[in-house]
């Protein structure tokens, strides 16, 4: 057995533990068949709507804080770094911790589970498997997502001088999800329209138009949301690595990038053509790369080994040095110069031309967040990120839109009224931006530590 999972099994699922979680149990289910005595259609109904409650608060919620805990405690106890140099491989760590540390959480979800299925057959419920399947699938995401956030805690508070802690870990995803949506929803990302189809993973009914055809909406909700799980998982795979002092090669982000673009862009191929499904696909990716630029510790040193190297040529070395928003930065790029190429060339729509903009200010929006976070101080880098490109989009763009309407605030914004305005606009603040950045970073000098070992 694998020793990291058998470890967390003994300390989460300790029959003191166990016992205790089954008289819980026990005495939830007895009330729903109490309180169902006189129902004509009998228990099962009622007990079926209690095991979905108790496997979500189990599984989604008690078992994602489960799975992050599994990291935070131990850098709470001062263990975490022992385990570090220890001889597990990376995937055993992962799968240990994962499943390890949620273990009792999932017993008791998989109860209600059961009494799911059991009043499903006896109900003669439809498409009862495929429902089984979503939320095992959901219930897997939530927890691999928590463990990839509390490993991105762990490196960020590492580099920034400070201790990680699941408050700061928590308040910083529900923070950075609250700022994505705004993001997503904002005019320079044509309101949401590359996180339209995203909605179909919960709130399709019936059919699902994807890819040119029409899918049934809960096998592609069962099928969809377990693709996300198993990235979910892989990501916070690849996250223990670098916590093990391995290096990643710069390929499993890039994938899983052309998967997210192909996932958007393919809700938009049978009612408005490639083209369009390409410019969707660039959105969602650009959103990606401002998610990955807070993500990733503020490290300058390894910054500059990655521009010397890559400078260099050396490919080998700069290749695991790769700063994480590089990727979605040149997809996106690609995305929509491909858009560009399928639409003749020309600007097809003003939506096409607004995500052609978007790359510049994504560009420099990107320089605006390096420059604050690679800083002397760079625990309060993410704030002052926030606020600056608050100020740039807020007050830029109100003071533009008062001075010249959409000509105006296209200066700071991309805006689909006008597109090549917001393109030079863009591009002329991200040199000013990038050269400030360079100085502050100083990419011109040597690096301090030499680069580790190559990828694997």
């Known amino acids: ?100 540390g949620s273990s009792l959480a999932w017993m008791c979800a998989l109860t209600g589970l059961l009494m799911m299925v059991i009043a499903g057959v006896v109900g003669g419920v439809v498409g009862l498997g495929v429902t089984v399947i979503f939320m095992l699938a959901l219930a897997v995401l939530l927890q691999a997502v928590s463990l990839g956030a509390a490993l991105i805690g762990v490196r960020k508070a590492r580099a920034e001088g400070r201790t990680a802690r699941a408050s700061g870990v928590l308040g910083g995803l529900i923070i950075g999800a609250i700022l994505l949506s705004w993001v997503a929803g904002s005019a320079g990302f044509q ?166 903009a978007l790359i510049a200010f994504l560009l420099r929006d990107l320089g605006v967040i390096a420059l604050f976070r690679m800083g002397e101080r760079p625990q309060r880098g993410d704030f002052s990120a926030v606020v600056a490109l608050g100020l740039l989009y807020g007050v830029g763009g109100s003071i533009g839109w008062a001075v010249g309407h959409e000509t105006g605030g296209a200066l700071f914004a991309p805006l689909a009224h006008a597109p090549l305005i917001s393109l030079v606009s863009g591009l002329v603040q991200a040199a000013v931006v990038w050269t400030l950045a360079v100085r502050r970073i100083g990419l011109s000098a040597p690096p301090s530590v030499p680069a580790s070992v190559p990828a694997t």
């Open 191 to 356: 309101r949401g329209m590359g996180t339209e189809g995203f909605g179909a993973l919960f709130s399709a009914n019936g059919m699902v138009d994807w890819g040119g055809r029409l899918w049934p909406a809960a096998g592609f909700r069962a099928l969809a949301l377990s693709l996300f799980a198993a990235w979910a998982v892989v990501g916070a795979w690849r996250l223990m690595r670098l916590e093990l002092q391995m290096q990643n090669a710069p390929v499993v982000w890039p994938a899983f990038l052309i998967f997210l673009a192909i996932f958007a862009g393919g809700f938009m191929l049978r009612t408005q053509g490639l083209a369009a499904g390409l410019a969707v696909g660039s959105l969602v990716v650009a959103l990606s790369a401002y998610a990955a630029a807070f993500a990733e510790p503020a490290d300058r040193v390894r910054l500059r080994q990655f521009v010397q190297f890559a400078s260099k040529g050396d490919l080998a070395r700069a290749a695991p040095l790769t700063p994480a928003p590089l990727a979605p930065l040149l997809i996106a790029t690609l995305l929509v110069l491909a858009a560009f190429a399928t639409s003749n060339g020309s600007l097809m729509t003003p939506e096409l031309g607004q995500a052609g």
């Open 1 to 100: 057995m694998n020793p990291e999972f058998q470890r967390n099994l003994w300390l989460e699922a300790s029959p003191r533990r166990i016992a205790w979680a089954g008289v819980v149990l026990l005495l939830i289910y007895g009330a729903a068949v109490a309180l169902t005595r006189n129902n004509p259609y009998g228990a099962f109904p009622a007990l079926g709507g209690v095991g979905a409650v108790v496997f979500v608060a189990c599984a989604m919620l008690w078992g994602a804080r489960a799975s992050g805990n599994s990291i935070l405690a131990e850098i709470a106890d001062r263990t975490w770094d022992f385990q570090r140099l220890s001889a597990l491989p990376p995937w055993t760590m992962t799968w240990g911790k994962l499943f390890g």
